[in-house]
């Protein structure tokens, strides 16, 4: 690895009988940053360089993707990633969250917002998706975070495009707003044929058997 492109501490916590990597830069407001499938932390990395001397970033990497290892009997979906993300988010102690979610983190990471709302500051939400894992998607996420395609995938860094400097810019935007009494949270979503505003309350009822929260 170019230290030049990831010069981060690599840290990690036991997860089950695996363990999972995480980058933990800077200080300030934490933002939490869930990167997509088959990528990994490392998509982030030009995110982290320009804000870290204003927040906390912290970048996982999903059991199986990045350099955190499995446990054995994962499954890689949604459900689990997120499972792992909300044992990190409780023990890092992350208060006041800016949860940013990108392709397989949309799911992942509004699992948990649904749930804990109290404890964000700001979401940022990008080129993702809502709806319950197909069971293609759910092959596709095993093989890239298994062996040997995933294994492969992380020799070669996986070099997605960096998210671009709209991201610094929403990032910073919903990293100093006050703190205030949580609002109904909207995005919207669109398939070939129209377009319709879920809540994340409706999406956690979708795909996750939750509660609706501030249905509408």
């Not at 749930?115 to 890239?144: D, E, K, Y």
């Not at 992380?154 to 991201?167: A, D, H, I, L, V």
């Not at 919207?188 to 929260?213: I, T, V, W, Y």
Request: with cysteine; proline share 8%.
């Amino acid at each position: 690895m170019d230290t030049s492109e990831y010069p981060f501490k690599d840290r990690w916590l036991p997860y089950r009988d695996g363990y999972v990597h995480y980058v933990d830069e800077g200080q300030g407001p934490a933002v939490l940053l869930l990167h997509g499938n088959p990528t990994w932390s490392y998509i982030y990395r030009n995110v982290i360089k320009d804000l870290r001397g204003e927040c906390r970033l912290v970048a996982p990497d999903y059991p199986g993707f990045g350099v955190s290892k499995a446990p054995i009997q994962y499954g890689f979906t949604p459900r689990e990633h997120s499972e792992v993300v909300a044992d990190l988010i409780d023990r890092l102690q992350l208060k006041n969250v800016v949860l940013v979610v990108y392709d397989w983190g949309g799911p992942i990471g509004t699992n948990y917002a649904v749930r804990n709302r109290a404890n964000l500051r700001g979401l940022v939400v990008m080129n993702t998706w809502a709806w319950p894992a197909s069971f293609r998607q759910t092959l596709f996420s095993i093989a890239m975070g298994g062996w040997p395609l995933g294994y492969g995938f992380k020799r070669r860094k996986t070099t997605s495009p960096s998210p671009c400097c709209q991201m610094v810019s929403a990032i910073r935007r919903k990293s100093r707003k006050v703190l205030e009494r949580p609002t109904p949270i909207r995005f919207r979503l669109q398939n070939h044929e129209n377009r319709r505003g879920f809540s994340l309350g409706r999406f956690a009822k979708l795909d996750h058997g939750s509660p609706r929260l501030n249905p509408d």
